[in-house]
């Protein structure tokens, strides 16, 4: 069975802090690994895909890593913009596979 | 250009009653899923179309919940006698192609607002 593990559970950062979320992973086979932002009230939106290990994606101040058993989603200077809830998930690979498998997500909240 | 629309936003119904959901995917989108969300949790895979095809069901968890794609586009999500367990955010997602095309970078989910849906 496919498992996604994020931590914290909850950040709180002073605006310009960097820091980093971790998305812990077992899967037999990785299709994907799938970062989004959920805001409150909000569907997830997008922000990265990443397929190997070693991959590196950035937008603005977010950076995705993936290793062979965890992503990371770095945020550089984090701004009170940034706060919300980021979702980890994987696709695993083979035929007859469709779904995400969604971690429980990392609430962060940036203080001013 | 629009992206997926959900209606209502939400719902309120008694227990035992019959509600249906409604996404509408972006133009051209073949791929069309729903999720299910629990507060604190992340969102669980429902079901998956490819075209007017329910391609994969596996994670409705019983049979008072069904779901349709008749034209290959919009999609109904229904749920018969429902219970207050049923009580969370419904997701709709969709993408250009399912995820198991070859080839190409992945297929990206786009998902809508969400119904949230509270029984009573």
């Known amino acids: 069975e496919d498992q996604v593990t994020q931590s914290p559970e909850a950040l709180r950062l002073q605006e310009g802090e960097s820091s980093s979320l971790n998305c812990s992973y077992t899967?037999?086979?990785?299709?994907?690994l799938f970062w989004y932002r959920q805001d409150p009230g909000k569907g997830p939106e997008f922000l990265f895909t990443?397929?190997?290990a070693g991959e590196e994606k950035e937008k603005e101040r977010l950076k995705a890593t993936l290793t062979k058993k965890e992503s990371f989603l770095h945020i550089t200077a984090p701004k009170p913009e940034d706060s919300a809830t980021y979702l980890c998930?994987?696709?695993?690979?083979?035929?007859?596979?469709?779904?995400?498998?969604f971690g429980k997500g990392t609430k962060l909240s940036v203080i001013p | 250009g629009a992206g997926v629309s959900q209606t209502p936003s939400n719902k309120v119904t008694e227990k035992g009653k019959y509600v249906e959901l409604r996404c509408d995917p972006i133009?051209?989108?073949?791929?069309l899923y729903w999720y299910r969300q629990s507060l604190g949790q992340g969102p669980e895979f429902l079901i998956y179309?490819?075209?007017?095809?329910?391609?994969?069901d596996s994670g409705l968890p019983n049979d008072r919940f069904f779901a349709v794609r008749p034209e290959g586009s919009v999609s109904t999500l229904k749920i018969q006698r429902t219970e207050r367990g049923d009580s969370a955010v419904y997701l709709c997602?969709?993408?250009?192609?399912?995820?198991?095309?070859?080839?190409?970078?992945?297929?990206?989910?786009?998902f809508g607002p969400g119904t949230r849906l509270t029984v009573l």
């Open positions: 997602a969709s993408s250009p192609r399912g995820l198991l095309s070859s080839g190409s970078l992945g297929d990206t989910q786009y």
């Open positions: 899967v037999s086979g990785l299709r994907g």
């Open positions: 990443l397929y190997s």
């Open positions: 998930a994987v696709h695993r690979s083979g035929a007859g596979s469709y779904q995400l498998t």
């Open positions: 133009s051209g989108h073949t791929a």
């Open positions: 179309f490819q075209g007017t095809g329910a391609a994969d």
